[in-house]
DNA sequence: TGTCGACAGTTTGTGTGCAAAAAGGCTGAC
DNA sequence: GTCAGCCTTTTTGCACACAAACTGTCGACA
């Protein structure tokens, strides 16, 4: 068959492309991943199918029933709490971090995503002011160093995508404004090397965030809302 | 062949036994994880096994070298400052999550956890004191009942399980006491929901552990240190 | 009419074969 | 004696086949 694909590169490809249409929730939450559907789809057999299936279930994008099928992992909002909690100390960790560990080239990466979500904001494109909202978190905890923290702090974040996504469907343009700001103050904090700053602000936009979001699913519950997950 | 193996199990005990190998040092970092020679160990085909190293390398803790073999994970001791600092906020951020969602049920097994800690310092048993530790603190995560932090916090603590075999090998039995009375004092201040107090005795606790790592490590350094990883 | 059991269909879990890719050894030339 | 190139060996990545397990449906019986 094809094997202009290069040898390692099947299990990968499905990976990222699956995970992609899982965060931006093109693949809505408790949609089947039929195994033999998929290898049709992909054009290659079930075994890196499985594999890739099998890393997402790691990731906990997916949920694999055993002997039933694998489908894509409910949001539950029963841990929504939880979540802002570890998200908000998580916001304070990296950025506390990265003014203590600047470094001019990982800061020019910052400054670069910035520039993202500044366009992204100005273009009025919500998804990609949500994508590029990421980014730049993740690249203050790269300038943070701490790889422990990059990690958990960028799975909490991709999460962060999928429930964004379900409340920013319609873009309302009174607060991104004020996100871009905020970004502005916590690079200048870490280029001053203020780590209590940081903190402060960090501690500041997480509560911003926490409160859209907490706004958006209160307008929601006002109307008649499907909470059937599956 | 064996078909009293039940369906869904050969990946799950081929995950478990690994994984408690890795974790217990008995398969040292940068061991050879070979899938021929797993699944003749095991008695089943390369599939499964090939499905469980997957799974310990979304862990972290073997690290597969594509169109190569896999190998158990080296640890990095590059990163370790990096370890200290995560896992000493995660101390404090579960103790201080269990100062606010007491629950009885829940404590009940703190104070289990905590009597296992006792016998294995009193046993003088250097391995079922770090399982013990770690599963202490795993239950106070679980009190704290946030997932994100409890999920984050059991990988830390048992990549730290790894890292304490390297330096308990030879028990010293000066500071563990102190760690009892340490747990003691956490129990103490979690009963009383005291969160500043918390917080203060979680730092205490994790510095402690790092002081004593670091003083072993400082101890290996002054002798001749096999420092290469295969 | 409601409930239980059997059957068929679908989907996963595992076994097996084959080919690609990399490592290591061997041979030969310089 | 050393180095480059080829070949062998080892091990993985993927394809495919088969059987177990679960779901839903249909029919029989109370």
Redesign the pocket.
């Known amino acids: ?3 202009s ?8 490809s499905v990976y990222k492309t699956i995970r992609q249409e899982i965060l931006t929730m093109a693949l809505a939450p408790g949609s ?6 998929l ?1 049709e789809r992909f ?6 199918v ?2 890739a299936l099998l890393r997402l279930a790691a990731d906990g994008l997916v949920t ?1 029933l ?5 489908v894509v992992s409910a949001i539950d909002f029963a841990t929504l709490p939880s979540y802002f909690e570890a998200l908000s100390l998580m916001y304070r960790a990296t950025t506390r971090a990265a003014a203590m560990h600047r470094d001019a080239k990982l800061m020019e990466k910052v400054h670069a995503r910035q520039r993202d979500f500044r366009k992204a904001v100005e273009d009025r494109d919500a998804f990609a002011m949500i994508e590029a909202n990421r980014d730049f978190h993740v690249a203050i905890a790269e300038l943070g160093g701490n790889g422990y923290y990059t990690s958990f702090f960028t799975r909490l974040l991709d999460e962060g995508r999928r429930i964004l996504r379900l409340y920013y469907s319609t873009f309302e343009d009174r607060l991104p404004r004020q996100y871009v700001e905020e970004h502005e103050a916590i690079i200048a904090a870490i280029e001053a090397g203020d780590v209590d700053l940081c903190d402060r602000l960090a501690t500041e936009h997480a509560a911003q965030i926490v409160r859209q979001i907490q706004d958006y699913i209160a307008r929601d519950l006002r109307q008649p809302m499907d909470l059937a997950e599956r």
Chains 1, 2 share one sequence.
């Open positions: 068959m094809e094997s694909r290069a040898r390692g590169s099947g299990t990968q089947p991943l039929d195994e033999v559907r290898s054009g290659m057999s079930r075994t890196p499985r594999e694999t055993p002997n039933r099928n694998t």
